[in-house]
């Protein structure tokens, strides 16, 4: 018997281990197999069929006709920080803000996928990047060092499907990452 299979994407900073380890404790018939998405290609994966569903970083499509074809199921925030060189003055602070950054030089992104290039110029010294503290771990070096922002926009992570795919097996999943238990009803 051939078992159908769940592919599911993921962006950088997005861990998905835990789900998996509950979708085979819950002993479900179907596959997950998880794929790592580059942020800057989050929609196209899920608009190819690539993948049948995706943990993505919001904001999601602007134009409201592609974001009304999708399932959004928001999950979590992603705390804001910045990341510097570990001998910057900011390292004392436990948490900085954006008058602590006045006169500090941003390094601002080129690119969704870039995080990992922004984390490497701080390293040096020459300013701070701002992102969330998921990609800051993700690309963390001991050159620098990461502190909250305060007051800053947390970003997103949701669960986008397309709406004309929605399945039982999906909805499995959406239980799944939603904590419910094979033996917990909707």
């Known amino acids: 018997m051939i078992h159908p299979t769940l592919r599911v994407g993921f962006v950088p900073g997005v861990e998905p281990d835990r789900f998996l380890q509950r979708w085979k404790q819950g002993r479900r018939a ?98 701070y990047a701002r992102m969330p503290l998921s990609l800051a771990r993700l690309h963390h070096r001991k050159d620098v060092a990461h502190r909250p922002l305060r007051g800053a926009e947390p970003t997103r992570i949701v669960l986008v499907w397309p709406r004309d795919d929605d399945d039982e097996l999906r909805q499995a999943f959406v239980g799944v990452v939603r904590g419910r238990t094979p033996r917990s009803s909707r």
């Open 30 to 127: 179907a596959r997950l197999e998880l794929v790592p998405v580059p942020q800057s290609q989050q929609d196209e994966v899920i608009a190819d069929g690539e993948v049948d569903m995706c943990f993505a970083r919001d904001p999601l499509p602007s134009d409201r006709p592609a974001r009304d074809t999708l399932h959004a199921v928001p999950l979590w925030e992603e705390q804001p920080v910045v990341v510097i060189n570990t001998d910057h003055v900011l390292t004392v602070l436990a948490e900085v803000t954006a008058a602590d950054l006045g006169d500090e030089t941003e390094i601002p992104a080129q690119h969704a996928d870039d995080a990992a290039d922004r984390v490497a110029v701080a390293a040096t010294g020459v300013g």
